[in-house]
Nanobody
Framework: EVQLEESGGGMVQPGGSLTLSCATS????????MSWVRQAPGKEPEWVSS????????YYADSVKGRFNISRDNAKNMLYLQMRNLKPEDTAVYYC??????????WGRGTQVTVSS
């Protein structure tokens, strides 16, 4: 059974930083591109970032480029998203999934990120 478990969200002030983690199991992590997607209240899901199977190729939405950094640890089956200089518009539930932009598996529960003063 595939499991995707996001963690690390929270509430931060504008300009703050957070690092999200995604623990995966049930599939061969190292053979999949991995992505982060977010969904703000009342909005469609927005692709945030992707990383190729073995790295180092990474891709970012224009809205987060220069502020977010995606990484992965294939030995631990973990995906990460370092977020800095957070803005209120980054407020959303963040999800990880396999695939470049189109999800391969069912979504996990996500982790809430709230940026507010």
């Amino acid at each position: 059974e595939v499991q995707l478990e996001e963690s690390g969200g929270g509430m931060v002030q504008p300009g703050g930083s957070l690092t999200l983690s995604c623990a995966t199991s049930g599939f061969t992590f190292s053979t999949f591109d991995m992505s982060w997607v977010r969904q703000a209240p009342g909005k469609e899901p927005e692709w945030v970032s992707s990383m190729a199977t073995g790295g180092p190729a990474t891709y970012y939405a224009d809205s987060v480029k220069g502020r977010f950094n995606i990484s992965r640890d294939n030995a631990k089956n973990m995906l990460y998203l370092q977020m800095r200089n957070l803005k209120p518009e980054d407020t959303a539930v963040y999800y990880c999934n396999a695939g470049f932009k189109n999800p391969v598996f069912s979504w996990g529960r996500g982790t809430q990120v709230t940026v507010s003063s």
